[in-house]
């Protein structure tokens, strides 16, 4: 499974982006997917993720900020993020499960969030 994440940019505080990833699996429905960021130094954190049923988790940081979502149709995951902190300054990466073992082992290539006045 290949995953190509692009939407990232630069932002003042407060602002919004919309992150999207697009998958090349055959069964993309059935896959659990995931974004993750990392910032230098620091251990990649998991934001949020949604499985194949819809169910969706967040980081306690996003709540209530970033929604998770999927099309199928598409084979899309998308992060869209509002009220962003200069903390959330990451690169974000998509990932996936692919052959449903329960982990993400897919991985897309990162995208670059700057949240900064």
């Known amino acids: 499974v290949q995953l190509q994440a692009s939407g990232g940019g630069s932002v003042q505080p407060g602002g919004s982006l919309r992150l999207s990833c697009a998958s090349s699996g055959s069964f993309f429905s059935l896959n659990d997917m995931a974004w993750y960021r990392q910032v230098p130094g620091k251990q990649r954190e998991l934001v949020a993720s949604?499985?194949?049923?819809?169910?969706?988790t967040y980081v306690d940081s996003v709540k209530g900020r970033f929604t998770i979502s999927r099309d199928n149709a598409k084979n899309t995951v998308s992060l869209q993020m509002n009220s962003l902190k200069p903390e959330d300054t990451a690169v974000y990466y998509c990932?996936?499960?692919?052959?449903?073992?329960?982990?993400?082992?897919?991985w897309g290539q990162g995208t670059q969030v700057t949240v900064s006045s």
């Open positions: 949604i499985t194949s049923a819809l169910s969706k």
């Open positions: 990932a996936a499960d692919s052959r449903g073992r329960g982990y993400f082992d897919s």
